[in-house]
């Protein structure tokens, strides 16, 4: 049971584990033109090294959890940050 902002009720809501999943037009056009430039073949300039946090820096092995609680009474769906943290499970009570 969780507080459903529209009901102004608790009301029971469905639980989903937001992934890092963008629709195409969300993409910048810096990201767009890596895209296009990292087809094909020879170097890619300033595209061929991958980002900076994928191949140095290592300091965090957590990442932050994000869900979308849908209300099951109203169909509204809202995001909630969670903390840091290695392993998240949906637990169905
Ligand atoms: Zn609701």
Redesign the pocket.
């Known amino acids: 049971m969780k507080y ?1 902002p ?2 102004k ?1 608790y ?1 029971e809501h469905k639980v989903k584990v937001e992934t890092v999943r963008k629709l195409r037009r969300a993409l910048s056009k810096g990201q767009r033109r890596a895209e296009r430039r990292s087809k094909g073949h020879g170097n890619h300039g300033r595209y061929s090294k991958k980002p900076i946090s994928q191949w140095k820096l290592h300091a965090k092995t957590t990442r932050k959890i994000d869900l979308v609680l849908t ?6 769906s809202r995001h909630v940050s969670l903390r840091r943290m290695k392993r998240f499970e949906v637990v169905k009570v």
């Not at 209300?71 to 509204?76: A, E, K, L, R």
């Open positions: 459903c529209k009901c009720a009301t209300c099951t009474v109203c169909g509204t």
